[in-house]
């Protein structure tokens, strides 16, 4: 049996709007519930909605900690990555996530999206920075309206990504 999918979410932390954090809770919970991993960084805001919702549909959750300090993790976050790397850990979430989807999100969201086109991943965007806008190729960012089209065009993503078809994974249960 091959690995679970690992949808990255990204998004504002202390920045994070009401509706922001709504939303992510609700992508979190269905990444959950359609048996894929779910990877932040690990601290507030968007990051720690998503990990609770995940957490709510029975999920794994992984934080990557911009911290030294595993403590600083959100108590949703079953494995936190204590990285002592600042920012730079974004391109650690970017890397492992098969998928991303970026939620609201400041300057932080701006530059996880940032990698994930320079590395050809497709993030799709839910309520976040217009690239669309800004001449990114519709392929490489895609604008979505609710959290359940964000997860189910993620998962679907991820899996061609891997290159097969997973078992189980990518249904919304």
Not at 13 to 36: K, N, W, Y
Not at 55 to 70: A, E
Not at 92 to 108: E, H, K, P, Q
Request: aromatic share 4%; glycine share 14%; charged share 20%.
């Amino acid at each position: 049996m091959g690995r679970k999918v690992i949808i990255g979410v990204i998004g504002g932390g202390s920045t994070a709007s009401p509706e922001g954090v709504a939303l992510a809770e609700e992508v979190g919970f269905l990444i959950a519930r359609a048996d894929a991993i779910l990877i932040c960084g690990g601290l507030n805001g968007v990051m720690e909605a998503s990990a609770k919702g995940a957490k709510r549909g029975g999920g794994l959750t992984v934080g990557i900690l911009p911290t030294g300090n595993k403590a600083d993790a959100n108590a949703f976050i079953d494995l936190p990555v204590a990285t002592a790397m600042s920012t730079a850990r974004n391109l650690i979430i970017v890397r492992t996530a098969d998928a991303l989807i970026a939620v609201n999100g400041s300057y932080g969201t701006l530059s996880e999206i940032a990698h994930a086109l320079d590395l050809g991943k497709t993030v799709f965007g839910l309520r976040t920075w217009p690239m669309d806008k800004m001449g990114v190729e519709a392929s490489r960012f895609v604008p979505v309206d609710t959290p359940r089209q964000a997860v189910e065009r993620a998962l679907e993503y991820a899996k061609k990504a891997m290159g097969a078809e997973k078992p189980g994974a990518g249904f919304i249960k």
